[in-house]
């Protein structure tokens, strides 16, 4: 696969790790986010991000077009999308954010200008994203509270409303009235394909996480194939990768362990879909990269996940958005993969592949056993 052909399988390693071995200071493995890469994937990223842990509050208005009227009520498409995405991030927060959305289902509000006019194309720049948004405020012409993030829903009838973008800028209304960190405007894409997860998609955005499906066009799984939200809406894993989990304060340091330096090391892995245990190791290459080992089951959230078992990755910081800065690696390759896409069958396993090593920077990471309650791997950097 493009971007990985350095990373090549090789066999088991045959020397046993010391379990009893000191690892780093989990603070070593907390790669920093570089601030000239836009939503680098590294610890501290600024972008006045919407709150990842606590209450994340939204305002959902909604709009219509003079040619593309409301045929159905703004209740029902509330419901579209709540509870059921306000559940999702409770289950991959593992309680640690709730979504909490008000919306006025009063009625639709009429947008100024036709819905064709707005020029909705992939390439949908900044500005012109702003003049809608501004718009939708203009026709709702009420205050909203200061909050974090607007949602503007349209009617599904605006077909020329055809995908969903997030705007990263301070939301303000034309006369300077400041109302929101970030906003999500919503696309017939959600009612078509995506349905309510487009807004867990959006809404990662709003809290700093890039897109980790490639923005050149390229297949939507090349880099990570359907193990994260960010990438492949609809992949059949879709929970959160643990590093995420931990720069959002979903996982806590004790539940990460880390290793930077050479040497055998044995870890417990326990499901990353359910709550408490270990759920991550890093392996620190440099500062701005690294290796991260989770475990998948076909639980919870990846309930619908054709493949289980030791999922590898790396992470690189210095990687903007769109362009890879998480890339999974198959430990499978020419498999055909399963679920449509070649990296869904990745993981490590016993009753498959149990070994996996990254020749360029010396690391083989092999599981060990398995068991109801998780998984033993081994890691020997060299």
Not at 81 to 108: C, H, I, K, M, Q
Not at 113 to 137: F, K, M, V
Not at 179 to 191: L, P, W
Not at 294 to 319: F, K, Q
Request: charged fraction near 15%.
């Amino acid at each position: 696969m493009r971007g990985l052909a350095c990373l090549a399988l090789a066999g088991v390693v045959s020397a046993r790790a010391d379990p009893h071995r000191p690892r780093a200071d989990v603070s070593a493995c907390k790669l920093a986010a570089n601030s000239d890469v836009y939503l680098s994937a590294g610890f501290g990223y600024e972008l006045n991000c919407a709150p990842s842990t606590g209450t994340l509050n939204a305002f959902m208005l909604f709009v219509d077009f003079e040619d593309a009227g409301a045929v159905e009520t703004p209740q029902s498409l509330r419901d579209f999308f709540l509870p059921a995405a306000a559940e999702w991030y409770a289950a991959a927060s593992y309680g640690a954010l709730a979504l909490n959305v008000t919306a006025d289902t009063s009625r639709f509000y009429r947008m100024p200008a036709p819905a064709a006019s707005y020029g909705w194309a992939r390439g949908l720049s900044y500005e012109t994203h702003q003049e809608y948004i501004q718009d939708a405020l203009d026709a709702y012409g009420q205050t909203i509270p200061p909050t974090d993030v607007l949602y503007v829903v349209p009617t599904a009838n605006a077909t020329a409303i055809s995908f969903s973008p997030t705007f990263m800028g301070d939301v303000e209304t034309r006369s300077g009235v400041y109302v929101a960190r970030k906003s999500v405007t919503f696309g017939v894409d959600a009612y078509r394909t995506w349905r309510y997860l487009v807004l867990n998609h959006e809404s990662g955005h709003t809290i700093c996480l890039p897109d980790y499906y490639p923005l050149n066009g390229s297949a939507t799984g090349l880099f990570i194939g359907g193990w994260d939200l960010m990438g492949l809406i609809s992949g059949p894993s879709p929970d959160y990768f643990a590093w995420d989990k931990w720069r959002l304060g979903w996982l806590s340091d004790d539940q990460v362990e880390c290793v930077a330096e050479p040497g055998s090391s044995t870890h417990t892995l326990t499901p990353l879909e359910t709550a408490g245990g270990s759920k991550a190791v890093v392996i620190k290459h440099g500062d701005t990269d690294a290796l991260v080992a989770e475990l998948r089951t076909a639980d919870g959230l990846d309930a619908a996940s054709c493949s289980t078992g030791v999922l590898l990755y790396t992470v690189s910081t210095t990687t903007p958005t769109g362009e890879g800065p998480v890339r999974v690696l198959d430990a499978n390759p020419g498999s055909g993969g399963c679920a449509g896409d070649e990296l869904n069958d990745a993981p490590l396993n016993l009753a498959g592949t149990s070994s996996y090593t990254v020749a360029q920077w010396g690391v083989t990471v092999t599981v060990v056993s398995e068991s109801s309650d998780g998984v033993d791997i081994e890691v020997e950097v060299s």
